[in-house]
């Protein structure tokens, strides 16, 4: 597993992510909202705004411990 190391908000849905190996990308992560659950959270802009990485386990976060996992979002990234 490859830690996101930092996340910076763009705009929308959008972040830009950088991994611990330097691998660096942009997501966007709209999609979510329509798995429904913890997820739709995200349909509030301003939560989802509040995105951050969790140092110890190496993914993006929310307040309410809403979180995606690092090898997903690496997947995300890579696949372009």
């Known amino acids: 597993m490859i830690d996101i190391v930092n996340v910076r908000y763009l705009e929308g849905y959008r972040v830009e992510i950088s991994f611990e190996n330097n691998v660096k990308g942009i997501v966007d992560l709209k999609d979510y909202i329509q798995q429904g659950g913890v997820f739709s959270h995200f349909s509030d802009l301003d939560y989802f705004k509040k995105v951050h990485v969790n140092k110890e386990l190496g ?5 309410d411990g809403v979180d995606i ?9 890579t696949a372009a």
């Open 69 to 77: 996992a690092p090898e997903t979002l690496y997947s995300r990234v």
């Open 59 to 63: 993914t993006l976060c929310w307040p």
